[in-house]
């Protein structure tokens, strides 16, 4: 079982900054694949950015430039570092994880956290 925690939301302005951590209880973190996915109020659940296990990073074209994923294996954690924010990145966002897999759909991941709410005033 694999369990996953979000932290690092909260309130910022637009054109601010907001990293966001997911903590992993694994024991084999190296081996998965960690993505960051979204989901605003009346919209779909949609893929921001995800790392694989073998450390290729695919961003969603509307964060691409702006958004930056990494991972620490040595902390079990994966980062979304979030700059240039705009309101229309306002949403919850979920950790998700799964092994060894190359995706950018939801279905694709296994495991999940609870979400931490971003939300960007203008």
């Known amino acids: 079982q694999v369990q996953l925690v979000e932290s690092g939301g909260g309130l910022v302005q637009a054109e601010g900054s907001l990293r966001l951590s997911c903590a992993a209880s694994?024991?084999?973190?190296?081996?998965?694949?960690m993505g960051w996915f979204r989901q605003a109020p009346g919209k779909e659940r949609e893929f921001v950015a995800a790392i694989t296990w073998n450390g290729i990073k695919n961003y969603a074209d509307s964060v691409k430039g702006r958004f930056t994923i990494s991972r620490d294996n040595a902390k079990n954690t994966v980062y979304l570092q979030m700059n240039s924010l705009k309101p229309e990145d306002s949403a919850v966002y979920y950790c998700a994880a799964d092994y060894r897999k190359n995706s950018n759909f939801a279905i694709d991941y296994d495991y999940w956290g609870q979400g931490t709410q971003v939300t960007v005033s203008s």
């Open positions: 694994v024991r084999t973190f190296s081996s998965y694949t």
